[in-house]
């Protein structure tokens, strides 16, 4: 979904969330509460730059309005693919990003994560999946890597990797997967308003994650392990 | 002097640790193993490629874990990342005097693709919880595979990072960049600029390592004795400076350049003689540091 149809149907039509380049902003009023919101649009790729205009965001918003929700609206094709931006330490400034919205929480901001369109990997990570909680809308889709390149890097063929992304949830994109195993809390679907309102009034400091994933049988033995590792001699 | 970086993941633990003190939870014989790699005919390994436990550190009981790189690249999967994040819960539960990961990852293993990257958002939870506990965090870089994806991002939420110049650290591959933006960009088959981007002494140099040592398990041992007590609480001040050190070094490099960028950035970030970087030894790199 277009982002600008996402925040009109969220916040209606003077949403005041402005564009600029690929990054997305602003403080809305949901329910005669403030929000802030920050994302991305054009899938775009998020290096350096992109993750440090967005932490930035975070943290003004904990020096500035302690406790205000924080909304993270992604789209994005994963991280920079550029020498320079490893060069310049793109994992650092990941880690940054996430550390900050981790931190943020820590303060008492519900910080909320929806992916609107789509999410890869490094641009993911330190961003909905760090926040209490994440959710996505049902068209949106959620992957690691796109299949010629795991081809290249696990050695088994497209047409295999095609086949398991059909059946197998551990590859397929779809964000139903994501739900399953614990990874995505909830699909938005009818009222997108009522959905976040109940997103917001529902989201918990704690990582549920692994034991959703065994409940919602996606993600089958990473709650048990993390249990037999407590229980271990 | 022992390389740390061709040891195995468990010589490691038997070396920069107390001699046989390293106790291991859910050891091979348990048969802990990923449910996924069989439905692709892949290989598994009984201890799906990490060993954790606890161990003791002149005296100081501690948290363990050591990837194996030599298994899968040290990809985090479904069970590899769960025995990290329980390692982790207990942690924060028993509060041992520190927690040790002995990193060597490619990050998400691709074989369990949607799994693995959860996984790691989780471990990345989970060590920021532990440090938020005052319990340090201490990442050990120094495998042969480097430490890459996902598990780079986890080494910088660490309270401290402790390479060897033969341990690389980064997000992306040099392969997966290659493979995707062209060998123009990143041509993973020069060593030297492969070491320049990703390698410890550029790790060092730039501040995103807090401790340089030699390639030896007895150098590796020393620095997480040190790192005992490096608990470094996350703050405002703290996420602060380091915005402004990040901001300040992607303003310093400027967008396009002819001469080779490492160089330029060590330069620019006021390294002295910098061109002669690649050729100094570790004990002459430690003064160079400006950052």
Redesign the interface.
């Known amino acids: 979904m277009d982002w600008n149809t996402l925040a009109t149907a969220l916040f209606g039509a003077d949403h005041g969330i402005s564009q600029e380049g690929d990054v997305l902003r602003g403080n809305v009023r949901f329910d005669g509460n403030p929000l802030t919101v920050i994302g991305t649009t054009n899938h775009a790729p998020i290096g350096?730059?992109l993750a440090?205009e967005q932490?930035?965001v975070v943290?003004d918003t904990?020096?500035q309005h302690p406790g205000r929700p924080i909304l993270l609206l992604i789209d994005t094709q994963g991280?920079m693919?550029?020498?320079?931006?490893?060069?310049?330490?793109?994992?650092?400034?990941?880690?940054?990003l996430?550390?900050?919205i981790?931190?943020a929480r820590?303060r008492g901001h519900r910080v909320l994560g929806l992916v609107y369109d789509q999410a890869l990997?490094?641009g993911?990570?330190?961003s909905g999946?760090?926040a209490d909680a994440c959710d996505a809308l049902p068209e949106a889709e959620?992957?690691?890597?796109r299949i010629p390149?795991?081809a290249?890097?696990?050695k088994?063929s497209e047409d295999r990797l095609t086949e398991?992304s059909r059946s197998?949830?551990?590859?397929?994109p779809g964000v139903e997967?994501?739900v399953a195993?614990?990874?995505v809390r909830r699909l938005w679907t009818g009222d997108l308003a009522v959905a976040l309102r109940e997103a917001l009034a529902s989201a918990s400091g704690e990582?549920v994650?692994?034991a959703d994933?065994r409940t919602r049988g996606g993600?089958?033995?990473?709650?048990a392990?993390?249990?037999?590792?407590?229980d271990?001699a | 002097m022992i390389s740390f970086a061709e040891c195995s993941a468990r010589e490691r633990l038997a070396r920069v640790f107390d001699a046989a003190t390293f106790h291991e939870?859910?050891p091979p014989t348990e048969r802990?193993i990923s449910?996924?790699l069989e439905?692709?005919g892949v290989p598994s390994a009984f201890d799906d490629g990490v060993a954790?436990g606890r161990a003791t550190l002149e005296g100081h009981t501690v948290f363990v874990a050591a990837q194996e790189g030599e298994f899968m690249g040290g990809g985090v999967g479904?069970?590899h990342?769960?025995?990290l994040?329980?390692?982790l819960?207990?942690a924060l539960?028993d509060r041992p005097a520190a927690v040790l990961l002995l990193a060597e990852s490619g990050g998400?293993r691709?074989?369990?693709?949607?799994?693995?990257?959860?996984?790691?958002?989780?471990v990345?939870?989970?060590v920021?919880d532990v440090r938020?506990a005052g319990i340090p965090v201490v990442m050990l870089i120094g495998g042969a595979n480097g430490c890459f994806?996902?598990m780079?991002?986890?080494?910088?939420?660490a309270d401290r990072v402790v390479m060897s110049d033969m341990g690389r650290?980064?997000?992306?591959g040099?392969?997966?960049?290659e493979?995707?933006?062209g060998v123009e960009?990143?041509d993973s088959r020069d060593r030297a600029l492969v070491w320049?981007?990703?390698g410890g002494k550029?790790?060092w140099l730039?501040g995103?390592c807090d401790v340089l040592v030699k390639d030896d398990v007895a150098a590796f041992r020393a620095a997480a004795i040190d790192a005992l007590d490096a608990s470094r609480p996350?703050s405002?001040e703290t996420?602060?400076r380091?915005?402004a050190l990040?901001?300040r070094?992607?303003r310093l490099?400027p967008d396009a350049l002819d001469s080779d960028?490492?160089v330029a950035?060590w330069g620019l970030l006021g390294v002295a003689d910098a061109a002669r970087v690649p050729d100094l030894d570790v004990d002459a790199l430690r003064s160079l540091r400006t950052v």
Request: proline content about 2%; hydrophobic content about 50%; overall charge positive.
């Open positions: 350096v730059r440090l932490a930035r943290l904990v020096a991280q693919l550029r020498r320079r931006d490893e060069l310049l330490g793109i994992n650092r400034a990941m880690a940054h996430g550390m900050s981790d931190f820590r990997s490094g993911f990570i330190t999946l760090i959620i992957r690691v890597m390149a795991m290249r890097v696990t088994i398991l197998n949830p551990v590859f397929a997967n994501y195993m614990g990874g990582d994650r692994a994933g993600r089958r033995l990473a709650a392990v993390i249990q037999r590792v407590l271990a | 939870w859910l802990v449910p996924h439905q692709l954790i479904e069970v990342g769960a025995k994040v329980g390692l819960r207990r539960r998400v691709l074989h369990e693709a949607n799994a693995g990257l959860i996984a790691v958002s989780e990345m939870r989970a920021l938020a994806g996902g780079g991002i986890v080494a910088r939420c650290l980064a997000m992306s040099p392969e997966v960049i493979a995707s933006q960009e990143f320049r981007t990703t550029h790790r730039s995103d996350v405002m996420l602060e380091e915005h990040l901001a070094r992607l490099l960028e490492a950035l």
